[in-house]
């Protein structure tokens, strides 16, 4: 079974620049999420998506982060203009459907896009 | 606001010995997550726990849960090199499947 797949896997942008970032999630798997990860913490949510819907998006900085889920498959995750802070690693995951579930299901993450700010 | 603490947050230990992570949450959750993450690599989910006194292995690794002290412990019985790397809990917070990850245990096992 093919997991959750990302790209680009690096990416060094100059502060000021816009990035996007783009996640295929696992067939069949209505919810997506996108979370941060500075190195050394663990990650943060930014966006959670159910099917195209937006659940929680709560800790997105919405002045300069943007995502989309359209058609409620793939997703892109955009920062821009991008700030030194902003360099971490942008994981994208996914599972069937957790809304009312009591069957724990697993949470699927990609590999990341590594993302520096010069 | 749930927070979730995990400790230690660096061990390191000798092959052949025993040890536990703890994870400890805030308030009441219903779903309780341990995930594996290599250096440069995502994260590998380990187990997932969903009810009071739930206990589940796998190889090495113990996992259990008590939700009513709002903590979870990852017990490694006789740690090889293998199991070298950084282990995150994380907490389901309400109902729609948000994940608050601890700040992660950097296990490092030495021959």
């Known amino acids: 079974e093919a997991g959750v797949a990302q790209s680009p896997r690096y990416k060094i942008i100059e502060k000021r620049q816009s990035v996007a970032f783009w996640c295929n999630p696992i067939?069949?798997?209505?919810?997506l999420y996108w979370y941060q990860q500075i190195l050394g913490q663990g990650p943060k949510l930014l966006i959670q998506?159910?099917?195209?819907?937006?659940?929680?998006d709560s800790q997105l900085p919405k002045d300069r982060f943007s995502a989309e889920r359209l058609k409620g498959v793939d997703s892109t995750l955009k920062i821009q203009p991008a700030k030194l802070e902003d360099s971490a690693v942008y994981l994208c995951?996914?599972?069937?459907?957790?809304?009312?579930?009591?069957?724990?299901?697993?949470?699927?993450f990609g590999e990341g896009s590594w993302l520096t700010v010069v | 606001e749930l927070k979730v603490e995990q400790n230690p947050l660096f061990l390191s230990m000798q092959e052949g010995k025993n040890y536990t992570i703890y994870c400890n949450y805030s308030t009441t959750s219903d779903r309780l997550y341990w995930y594996r993450q290599d250096p440069g690599k995502s994260l590998e989910s380990l187990f997932v726990?969903?009810?009071?006194?739930a206990v589940k292995q796998e190889g090495r690794l113990m996992a259990s849960l008590d939700t009513k002290a709002r903590l979870s412990t990852l017990h490694i019985t006789a740690a090889v090199h293998d199991l070298s790397a950084t282990y995150f809990c994380?907490?389901?917070?309400?109902?729609?499947?948000?994940?608050?990850f601890g700040q992660g245990t950097t296990l490092q096992v030495k021959p």
């Open positions: 998506f159910q099917n195209n819907g937006v659940v929680d």
């Open positions: 995951a996914s599972s069937l459907d957790l809304r009312g579930q009591r069957s724990g299901n697993t949470i699927y």
């Open positions: 067939s069949g798997h209505a919810t």
């Open positions: 994380a907490v389901r917070s309400g109902n729609t499947g948000k994940l608050i």
């Open positions: 726990l969903l009810s009071n006194g």
